[in-house]
């Protein structure tokens, strides 16, 4: 058995135990790289292993489109938050042209060990490394219009995007086997230079710190990648006081290629699975007010970083026809993935903003 394998019986096991049933995005993540012979069957299959829901009761005569986002549309309103998004993980050129932002395609996600669920908020576990909007003991307000097509949630727009670094590489999951190690070095070590080159001039950023503390501690997504905080439950680990007193080494070239080496560890297929890095094909960016963040490939300057109630990570939207918006994907902002500017929003009594997304 595959360490992935062990890993979703373990996953199941824990929703079992936690919430008496199989839950529907842990049973949506089962058949994850696994084909059907229709590409409905990807979720109609899954009413044999889950507990009949009204919320989700999908028809054969249903368009594959209609589908896939109503069991989005259960998924995020079962769960009670927005980690679900974090599903989406597709090639933007490759998706069903007619599927809504919002909703991922699984029909891409069809073969044995092509690919694997690279979100921020951990979208299988029950507990968040971030809570950049979490809601403290409730759910927020997530709808839909009446046929699901449109996702109606409400948050603010932090800041926009001003300007993009390059797309680090990731794995190749064109092929099963191994990712060649010396030029996804060399990539990589190239990519994370370019985004070095795009801090400002002045030293100090918005949170107090220096520009290069918060740059790496940015690239790293505030994690102690290549351990996990705990053997036995895989929780990523959140940098403490001894790890940042460590990061500026990162600076030099020992310390680059030290972290280069951790990464590099974890192109291995059987890694690729615990995913123990988080940097495989994001784009480093700042925004006008001097943020910096870790975002998805097709993140672009003026899409709107976005904190959305029930979201732990924060979101780059980019704006639509009709006062809609499109999900471009998941972002880390460094300086506000604990709720910082959720708080002050809240303090500032601001209004929250309704994002109608298409």
């Known amino acids: 058995m595959t360490l992935g394998a062990l890993m979703l019986v373990e996953y199941l096991r824990k929703d079992m135990v936690a919430h008496g049933k199989i839950g529907l995005t842990m049973a949506l993540y089962s058949t994850w790289n696994r084909g059907s012979s229709y590409p409905r069957d990807k979720v109609i299959g899954l009413l044999g292993i889950i507990e009949p829901r009204n919320s989700f009761k999908p028809e054969y005569s249903w368009t594959v489109e209609k589908v896939y986002r109503v069991a989005m549309r259960a998924a995020i309103a079962e769960d009670g938050n927005l980690n679900c998004l974090g599903l989406i993980s597709e090639k933007k050129q490759s998706r069903n042209k007619n599927l ?154 020992d310390g680059m290629e030290g972290l280069l080496s951790t990464w590099e560890s974890c192109l291995r297929p059987i890694y690729r699975q615990l995913r123990l890095i988080e940097q495989f094909n994001r784009r480093f960016f700042r925004t006008e007010s001097g943020y910096m963040g870790l975002g998805p490939p097709d993140i672009q300057p003026g899409d709107a970083i976005c904190l959305l109630l029930g979201g732990s990570v924060a979101y780059a939207l980019r704006k639509s026809a009709h006062e809609t918006w499109t999900y471009v994907g998941e972002c880390y902002v460094h300086g506000i993935m604990d709720g910082e500017a959720a708080v002050k929003a809240v303090e500032d009594k601001s209004d929250f903003t309704e994002y109608r997304l298409v």
């Open 100 to 253: 809504a932002s919002w909703v991922p395609d699984f029909e891409l996600h069809s073969e044995p060990f092509r690919d694997y669920i690279t979100s921020l908020s951990k979208v299988l576990n029950k507990w968040s490394i971030y809570k950049a909007f979490m809601i403290p003991g409730g759910s927020p307000d997530i709808t839909t219009d009446e046929d699901d097509s449109v996702l109606i949630l409400k948050g603010f727009c932090l800041d926009s995007v001003s300007v993009v670094g390059t797309q680090a590489p990731g794995p190749d999951f064109e092929s099963v086997g191994e990712t060649d190690p010396e030029l996804w070095r060399s990539s990589t070590r190239d990519a994370l230079n370019q985004w070095r080159s795009l801090l400002p001039p002045n030293d100090i950023y918005l949170t107090g710190e220096t520009q290069a503390m918060a740059f790496w501690r940015t690239v790293l997504v505030d994690l102690n990648q290549g351990r996990l905080a705990s053997k036995k439950g895989g929780r990523p680990k959140r940098l403490d006081k001894s790890d940042l007193q460590d990061l500026l080494q990162l600076e030099t070239t």
